[in-house]
C-alpha cells in the first residue's frame, strides 16, 4: 500500500460488527491513530492484530497531525479509529482527515456503525430529513445559541449526550423547544440497548429518582406546522378521544396529542376521564 489514511468505522458496542474489510485494513497499516490507544488494544486483542499505536485526542490533535502526515507522506499507511463508532463524526479525527486533504494526502473510508443513524433507525421518528447537531457546547452562552438555532426546526433533532450532562440537557431543551417527542436511544448493541419513546415534559421527570446510565443518543421531533400548532384544546382532547377509541390507553392517547399540540398531557387526561 502506497501512503494512505484509512478513517475505519469501528463497533458502538457488539464487536460483531466489525467488518472483515476493517479486520484486513488494521492489519495492514503501518500504524493506527487511536483516540484511546487503551480502548483501541482490546479491539486489536479480540482480532489478533499486533500494530503499533498513536495517540489522536481533542488535546494533541495539532502536533500529532502534523507528524502523522509526515509519516504518511514519507510513504507509511495509517488507520485512525475512534472509540467506538465512525472517525470524523463529532469527532477530532474530522481535523485530521481535513488535515490530508490540504497535504494532498489520500483518504479512504472503510465504513462502520454510526451511533446517530443507528438511533434514528431504531428511534421511530421522521427520518425522510434530519439534523445532526451532535453535543451540545458547555458553554452557557454558545449552548444557548445554539439552542435558540434549533428552536423552529422543523427536521427531526438528533444529538449526543452523556449520562451525566442528560438531565441539565433535557431542561434546556424543553425550556427552549417547549414540549415535543423525544426518542431517548441508550447503549445502542449492548446488552442493555433501550429506547425510550416519550415526551420532553416527561423525560425531564423520567430521571427524578434514578441516575441515567451509558450514552444516549436524544431524536427530537421537528417544530410542528403553524396550522397543526394552533389546534385548540376541544380538537386535541378529540383527537385523544379517536385514539382511545382505536384501543389506545387514557395516559398514552394523552401523552401522544400533548406531544403534537400547545396542551399539557395531565389537562387533556383531565378531559378523557
Known amino acids: 500500500m502506497s501512503g494512505k489514511l484509512y478513517v475505519v468505522g469501528t463497533p458502538i458496542g457488539n464487536l460483531g460488527d466489525f467488518s472483515p474489510r476493517a479486520v484486513e485494513v488494521l492489519s495492514s497499516v503501518d500504524f493506527i491513530a487511536a483516540e484511546d490507544t487503551r480502548v483501541t488494544l482490546k479491539l486489536l486483542n479480540h482480532f489478533g492484530i499486533k500494530k503499533e499505536m498513536v495517540s489522536y485526542f481533542e488535546h494533541n490533535k495539532r502536533q500529532r497531525g502534523e507528524i502523522i502526515c509526515q509519516r504518511i507522506q514519507r510513504g507509511e499507511t495509517c488507520a485512525i479509529v475512534t472509540d467506538a463508532g465512525m472517525p470524523a463524526i463529532s469527532d477530532p479525527g474530522e481535523d485530521l482527515v481535513a488535515l490530508c486533504r490540504e497535504w494532498g494526502i489520500d483518504v479512504e473510508a472503510v465504513p462502520g456503525p454510526t451511533a446517530f443513524a443507528t438511533a434514528l433507525a431504531v428511534s421511530g421518528m421522521p427520518s425522510g430529513r434530519f439534523t445532526f447537531e451532535g453535543f451540545l457546547s458547555v458553554s452557557k452562552k454558545s449552548r444557548r445559541e445554539h439552542l435558540e438555532e434549533l428552536k423552529d426546526e422543523k427536521r427531526t433533532i438528533i444529538l449526543y449526550e452523556a449520562p451525566h450532562k442528560l438531565v441539565n440537557t433535557l431542561n434546556d431543551l424543553f425550556n427552549t423547544l417547549g414540549d415535543r417527542k423525544i426518542a431517548l436511544v441508550r447503549e445502542l448493541t449492548k446488552l442493555h440497548e433501550e429506547v425510550i419513546r416519550t415526551t420532553l415534559s416527561d423525560a425531564v421527570h423520567l430521571y427524578d429518582e434514578k441516575s441515567p446510565k451509558g450514552e444516549f443518543v ?56
Open 218 to 273: 436524544l431524536v427530537i421531533d421537528g417544530k410542528a406546522d403553524e396550522a397543526q400548532s394552533q389546534i385548540t384544546h376541544e380538537q386535541a382532547v378529540d383527537e385523544a378521544k379517536k385514539l382511545v377509541d382505536k384501543g389506545m390507553s387514557v395516559s398514552a392517547a394523552a401523552k401522544e396529542i400533548a406531544a403534537k399540540s400547545p396542551f399539557k398531557k395531565g389537562d387533556i387526561y383531565k378531559e378523557l376521564i
